[in-house]
């Protein structure tokens, strides 16, 4: 499966942005789907993620209660609201696909697809 990954840019510390995974090749309802993300000069952090039928959630810490995961199986698509956005949000946005039966992880290494990143930049 390939996935395109969408929607980042430059945003004001309180604002919102929508970022969208777009999968082609498969359909999506076989993948548990999360978003992840890379500030500069860190690693990779899990930010959430989303069973194959859309009916559990899983969040970080640090976005829960302001991003919201959800999909649209009709549509091949994740999405990832991002609300009341910090500079510490400011990173490179990765959708990733785990092909699963049942459930999602937190674990970037489960995972099976990834897509090319989207950058997301909070100024301070």
């Known amino acids: 499966v390939q996935l395109q990954a969408c929607g980042g840019g430059l945003v004001q510390a309180g604002g919102s942005l929508r970022l969208s995974c777009a999968a082609s090749?498969?359909?999506?309802?076989?993948?548990?789907m999360a978003w992840f993300r890379q500030a500069p000069g860190k690693e990779r952090e899990f930010v959430a993620a989303?069973?194959?039928?859309?009916?559990?959630?899983y969040y970080a810490d640090s976005v829960k209660g302001r991003f919201t995961i959800s999909r649209d199986n009709a549509k091949n698509t994740v999405y990832l609201q991002m609300n009341t956005l910090k500079t510490e949000d400011t990173a490179v946005y990765y959708c990733a696909a785990d092909y699963v039966i049942a459930g999602f992880t937190a674990a970037g290494s489960q995972y099976d697809y990834w897509g090319q990143g989207t950058l997301v930049t909070v100024p301070a």
């Open positions: 989303i069973n194959r039928s859309g009916s559990s959630t």
């Open positions: 090749g498969r359909t999506l309802g076989s993948y548990a």
